[in-house]
């Protein structure tokens, strides 16, 4: 149990941090010039590297990234709006709430034995 609860938010971290990096080829379209398409790319690309900075602090401080996770699921839930729908809100807000919560408890679970 204690392995589950160790990788489980770390690989729902990852595997959320790769599904919102999906966003960013929508920048390539080939009506702009290739440095705005690099520039927009990278701009896509800010919420999944934001995302990858609270990974690398929560893979080693688990409680400080579980909070730093459950604080950008509600940024991103006022953020982009997803308040106003439900299958939004699932899709984009929910996972790191989920994960955040997953990384707090996994580290309570340490501390409990």
């Known amino acids: ?9 770390r690989i729902l ?6 599904f919102l ?7 390539f ?8 398409i690099i520039t927009n790319f990278l701009l896509h690309l800010i919420p999944s590297l934001l995302l ?3 990974l690398l602090v929560a ?7 579980g909070l730093l996770f459950i604080v950008i699921g509600l940024v991103f ?9 439900t299958s939004n809100f699932l899709t984009i807000s929910l996972p790191p709430l989920i994960t955040g919560v997953l990384f707090i408890i ?3 679970s340490d501390i409990e034995k």
């Open 52 to 54: 990858a900075g609270c």
């Open 59 to 65: 893979w080693k401080y688990r409680i400080l990234g």
């Open 21 to 27: 990096s999906l966003f960013a080829l929508d920048s």
């Open 13 to 18: 971290a990852i595997l959320f941090i790769g």
């Open 29 to 36: 379209d080939y009506t702009h010039s290739f440095l705005q």
């Open 77 to 85: 839930t006022v953020y982009f709006g997803t308040f106003r729908d």
């Open 106 to 108: 996994s580290r309570w």
């Open 1 to 9: 149990m204690k392995e589950i609860l160790t990788w489980s938010p």
